[in-house]
C-alpha cells in the first residue's frame, strides 16, 4: 500500500466509523498519547532488559498508531502526504549535502563531550569532502581518541598506478592528512 491509498483508507474509515467527528484539537490529544506509547516503548526497550523483546515487537504497532493520527490531521487539512513526502526526500538530500559540511563538526564537538573516553572511528575526510576543520573536534583534548579514515584521499593520490614513485605519493598524502589533523586540532584547542 502506498501513502495515498493509505490516506484515502483512513479518510474513508474516519467517515464510515464518526472518526471524523473529532476535533483537531482530540486528534492532537490522541497523537500525543500515541507518541507517548511510542516513547514508553523506546524507554522500556533500553531500560527494561527483562521486557526488551515485548516492547520491541510492539514498537511498530505504537509507531503506526502515532501515525494514524498523523494522516488523520494531515487529511483534516487537505494535505497530500505523498507530494509532501516527495518534498520531504528532496529537501532532505539538499539537507544531507549542509549538514555534511556545516554542522558535522558541531555533531562531533557534542559526541565528544558525551564521550570523553570514547575512541571515534571518523569516516568522511579528504576524498568524502570533509575537511581537518570539521573532524578536529572528534579528537580529545590530548589530541588521541579518533582515527580519521581516508582511504581514498591516501591510496588514490597519484594519477597513474604505474608512477614509480607511487608509494612515495601515498607517503607524502598521509603525511599531509597528519599534518592537517594535526593542526587544525591545535588550532581548535587553542581557540578554547
Known amino acids: 500500500m502506498h501513502i495515498e491509498e493509505f490516506q484515502q483508507w483512513v479518510k474513508d474509515t474516519d467517515d464510515a466509523t464518526q472518526w471524523s467527528c473529532l476535533t483537531t484539537l482530540q486528534l492532537l490529544s490522541h497523537l500525543t498519547e500515541e507518541v507517548g506509547e511510542v516513547a514508553r516503548a523506546i524507554n522500556r526497550i533500553y531500560g527494561y532488559a527483562e521486557e526488551r523483546e515485548a516492547h520491541l515487537a510492539n514498537l511498530g504497532r505504537e509507531v503506526m498508531d502515532a501515525f494514524w493520527f498523523l494522516v488523520k490531521i494531515a487529511n483534516r487539512f487537505g494535505i497530500d502526504l505523498d507530494a509532501e513526502a516527495q518534498s520531504f526526500i528532496q529537501r532532505a538530500g539538499e539537507w544531507m549535502v ?94 578554547e
Request: proline letters at 3%.
Open 98 to 191: 549542509d549538514m555534511a559540511g556545516k554542522h558535522r563538526s558541531e555533531l562531533i564537538a557534542g559526541l565528544r563531550a558525551l564521550m570523553p573516553q570514547q575512541i571515534f572511528l571518523v569516516p568522511g575526510y579528504g576524498a568524502q569532502g570533509a575537511t581537518a576543520r570539521d573532524v578536529a573536534a572528534a579528537f580529545n583534548a590530548d589530541g588521541l581518541g579518533a582515527i580519521v579514515a581516508s582511504s581514498r584521499g591516501i591510496i588514490y593520490s597519484y594519477a597513474d598506478p604505474g608512477e614509480a614513485s607511487w608509494r612515495e605519493l601515498i607517503r607524502s598524502a598521509a603525511e599531509k592528512a597528519i599534518e592537517e589533523l594535526s593542526a587544525c586540532h591545535r588550532g581548535l584547542r587553542g581557540s
